[in-house]
C-alpha cells in the first residue's frame, strides 16, 4: 500500500492539506484512502442507547455498522500500530491508489511536515515541508519546502516519491 503521512503540531493546516490533497487526487481519477490520528483524545463514536453503544456495553470486541451507503467497523481496543491499521484499510478496500495518513509523525512513512508559526519539526523520512511561504521565507536542510497552497506541486511531490510516477 502507498501511503504518505501529513505531520505537524497543532492547528497548522493538517486536515485543511489532507482534504485538498484527497480532492484533487480524487479529480485526477485515483482511489484515495485516508487515516487520522487522535491521539490527544479518547474517540467515542457512539451515541449512547444506540445499538452498536448497546453492543459495546455487552462486551463486543469489535462492531460492523453498515447501511445502504456506507458502512464503518468500530474496533474497541488500545491503539493498534499504524501498520495493523493499514493492513486493515487495505484489507477492506484492497483497490486503494494511494492512503494519506493525518499524524503519526513517529511512522516511517513519507512525510509533509507543516510548518506553523516558528514552529518546525525535525523528523524521520521528511519529503517535503508546507508552509505559508507568503508570509516567512524558511530552509530546512536538503528538504524542498513548499507553499501550502500549492496543491498542485505537492500532487507531483507525492506522485514522483510516494507513488513512484
Known amino acids: 500500500m502507498k501511503a504518505v503521512a501529513v505531520v505537524g503540531y497543532k492547528n497548522t493546516g493538517k486536515t485543511t492539506l489532507v482534504s485538498r490533497l484527497v480532492a484533487a487526487f480524487r479529480a485526477e481519477g485515483y482511489k484515495v484512502g485516508t487515516c487520522k490520528h487522535d491521539g490527544g483524545h479518547d474517540l467515542e463514536l457512539d ?8 453492543h459495546r456495553q455487552a462486551g463486543a470486541s469489535a462492531t460492523l455498522i453498515a447501511s445502504r451507503s456506507q458502512a464503518a467497523l468500530y474496533m474497541y481496543e488500545q491503539e493498534p500500530p499504524l501498520a495493523d491499521l493499514l493492513h486493515r484499510l487495505s484489507s477492506a478496500v484492497p ?9 503519526w509523525k513517529g511512522s516511517d512513512l513519507p512525510k ?22 507568503k ?11 513548499y507553499d501550502r497552497e500549492d496543491i498542485d506541486a505537492l500532487v507531483r511531490l507525492i506522485k514522483h516519491r510516494v507513488l513512484h510516477e
Open 95 to 103: 483497490d486503494l491508489d494511494l492512503v494519506i495518513v493525518e499524524g
Open 47 to 54: 451515541t449512547p442507547q444506540t445499538d452498536t453503544w448497546k
Open 135 to 145: 508570509e516567512s521565507s524558511i530552509a530546512v536542510g536538503q528538504e524542498q519546502v
Open 112 to 133: 509533509i511536515v507543516m510548518v506553523g508559526e516558528d514552529k518546525i519539526e525535525r523528523l524521520a523520512n521528511v519529503i517535503g515541508y508546507a508552509a505559508n511561504c
